[in-house]
C-alpha cells in the first residue's frame, strides 16, 4: 500500500510519537511505500519520503495549529493518491485517525489549572480553541472512514461527545517491546541500586512520565510520606521551575532522601529491573504505554482508572486500580501490600505474562486488517473491488 502518514514531528522521543517512529519501521519493514508529512523530523529512515509541512504565522499559536492542518490537506492532494491516509493529530480528515490523547474538553478538566479563572480563560485560549474546531471536524461522518482509539476509556468519550458507534472506533491496544523489557533486565537491579544508595530490603516505586501536575505525582509523593521505609524513582520530564516544586513539596514532606528525581533516561528498563511496583496516579491518560513497559518488565502496577491502561491490569492478579488518584488514603492503601518484595514478585511474574498479549507484532497485524478495512470501505464507496491497494485518499 502506499501509505501517508501526518503528524507535527518524528522523533523516538515522546509517547504518541514513539508509537508512531515504531509504526513506521514495521510499514516499511513490511514492504509498504510510506510518506510522513511533518514540520519536524530528527532522523531519515530508510524506505520513508519525507515532506516537509510549512509553519505559517507560526508566532501565532493557534494560526499555526490551522495552517498545519490546511497545508497537509494541499500536499496530500499533491502528493496522492493514497491508500491509506493515516492521522495523528492536528489535522481534520484522514482516511484514519488513531486517538492517542482523548478529547480536548475531557483533558482539560484534568491538565488545566486549578483556579477556576485560568481554567475558563484555558478553555478559550485561541489555540485550545483551534484545536478543538479541527477535532469537531476530525469526528464528523465524511472526514474519516475508521477512528482507532488506544483504550476503552477514550472510545467512550468520542461516543459520548460526537455521537459515533463502535463500529466506527475501533479499540487497539498499544505494542511494548517485549525483548527491551522483560524480567530479565533485572540483572540491573543490584549496579542501579548500588548506583543510587539503595539497600536490596528497600521497597522501591517506580514513577515514569512527564507533565508531573497531570500524571499525579503531587498525590503520590503525599502518599509516600506516610508509607515507612518505601523508596520512590522519578523518571520523566519536568520544567525546572515545576522540578524545583516538586522537590521542595519532598523536603516539606520529609522525604526527599527517599525520592529520586532522575530526568529522562534513554536506560528506563534498567530502572525497570531495580524496582518492586509501578505506580501511574495519572489524573488522565489516554493510555499509557509505560504500563505494558511496567508489565513486560515483571512489575505489578498501581495504576489510575482515569488511564485507558488500566484496562490491561487485573487487581489483585497483577496489580491495583486506583478509583480516584487523586484520594491519598486511597493511594496509601493500595501502596500498603507492595512493600511485600516477595509478593511483588509473584505478582510480577503474572504481569510478564499478561503482557505477551501486547506485543508490537500483535499490534501491528491489527493496524494492518484495519488498514484493509479502510481500503475496502473505500473502495465500496467508489463502486470498485478492493485489491487491496489502489483507492484513491479522502482527504
Known sequence: MKVAITHTRFSEVGGVERYIYILVKYLVQAGHEVHYLCHFWE???????FHRVPYHLKAIRSAKVLAFDICCRRMLRRLGPFD???????????????????????????????????????????????????????????????????SELVREQIIRRYGLTKEEVKVIYCGV??????????????????????????????????????????????????????????????SLRGELKYRQLTEELGIADRVFFLGMRPDVEKLYGASDVFVFPTKFDAFGNVVLEAIASGLPCIVSSKAGAAEVIQPGRTGTVLQDPEDVDEIVAACGPYLDQKRCHEMGKQARI??????????????????QSVVDLKCQAMGVRSAGAGAQSSP
Open 354 to 371: 499478561d503482557s505477551e498479549q501486547y506485543s508490537w507484532d500483535r499490534h501491528f497485524d491489527e493496524m494492518q486488517k484495519v488498514y
Open 43 to 49: 532522523e531519515e529512515v530508510e524506505g520513508v519520503t
Open 177 to 238: 517491546n517485549l525483548e527491551r523489557f522483560h524480567p530479565d533486565r533485572k540483572v540491573h537491579r543490584e549496579e542501579v541500586r548500588r548506583e543510587l544508595g539503595l539497600k536490596p530490603e528497600h521497597p522501591v516505586f517506580l514513577f515514569v512520565g512527564s507533565d508531573y501536575h497531570r500524571k499525579g505525582l503531587e498525590s503520590f509523593l503525599r502518599a509516600l510520606a506516610r508509607v515507612s521505609g518505601a523508596r520512590c524513582l522519578v523518571v520523566g520530564k519536568e
Open 84 to 150: 491509506i491516509v493515516h492521522g495523528f493529530s492536528k489535522t481534520s480528515r484522514q482516511d484514519l485517525y488513531t486517538d492517542g490523547s482523548g478529547c480536548l474538553e475531557d483533558y482539560q478538566v484534568y491538565s488545566l489549572s486549578k483556579s477556576p479563572l485560568k481554567r475558563m480563560l484555558g478553555r478559550y485560549f485561541p489555540h485550545q480553541q483551534a484545536v478543538l474546531a479541527i477535532e469537531r471536524q476530525r469526528f464528523r461522518r465524511g472526514n474519516f472512514h475508521k477512528i482507532v482509539s488506544m
